[in-house]
């Protein structure tokens, strides 16, 4: 299994090495030519602040340089999120995170194409929240205030409406109704954490992300994106229709990640 674990500082590359993850650079601080980044030729790294890791999903996508095993399982994870074993106890140091890393394909994935983080699961909003947030869409909808909070007014609170539903009108006919119900529920995937099983399978999925994510920016470029909630707009699209995708076209499996922040290191 080949597990690029994107990273926005240039720390701690032993360290991911050491647990067999392939450390991946992004942003706009330096990193040494060890780590493998987001730049090559026609690349669209300038684009990070908006595309976040999508931009190094591309170089993925289209650098024929880079080692692509056809038949390998291929994921992602984070400096702060890694996917782990199962029953893995919350870690409090990195010594305890790097035993709890998952470096191996489990032997229960045989039967899946694709694995997902655990679900977020939604319910009601925190009021102070809310108001926080986005206190016009509260005044257009108040019975957000005491029911639970769906997948789309999630995204409609923290990166907006227009956004969302011009982006929807985007993706092929056949594929709308079946989205809009998927943000209708109550959770998703989040962190645009994923893991597939063979590069074949992770190339289908960036023919459609792209497409779709580059229709929205033609449309969405004209706009301020430096607010709270929308830099990382096309990531943020990405995050809700990543699951979906995989979910409509392959056989899923929800697997258990960890929150460990290894640029703060106690």
Known sequence: ???????????NYSFFVENNLTPV???NNHFSKEWINDKFENDISNKNKNF????FHYRLWKDASLNKKKDDWVGFCTYRRFWIKKNSQRPKNMKELSHSILREV????????????EPIVLGKQKL??????????????PSILINRCSVKD??????????LDNAIKLLEANEQDKFQNYLNGYQFNPHNL??????????????KIFSWLFKCEEI???????????KRIYGFLAERYMPFWFKENTKTLDWPYIYFDTNKIN
């Open 220 to 230: 969405f470029e004209k706009f301020n994106l430096d607010t709270y909630g929308k």
């Open 154 to 163: 999630h995204f409609y609170l923290n990166h907006g409406k227009f956004f």
């Open 128 to 141: 102070m929240k809310l108001l926080k947030n986005n206190f016009m869409y509260i005044l257009k909808k």
């Open 1 to 11: 299994m080949k597990t690029f674990c994107i990273s926005i500082y240039n720390q």
């Open 25 to 27: 650079g992004l942003g």
């Open 52 to 55: 976040g890791e999508y931009t």
């Open 194 to 207: 994923f893991i597939c099983k063979n590069f074949q399978l992770l190339e289908n999925f960036y023919n």
């Open 106 to 117: 489990p032997r229960e994935w045989n039967s899946y194409d694709c694995i997902l983080a």
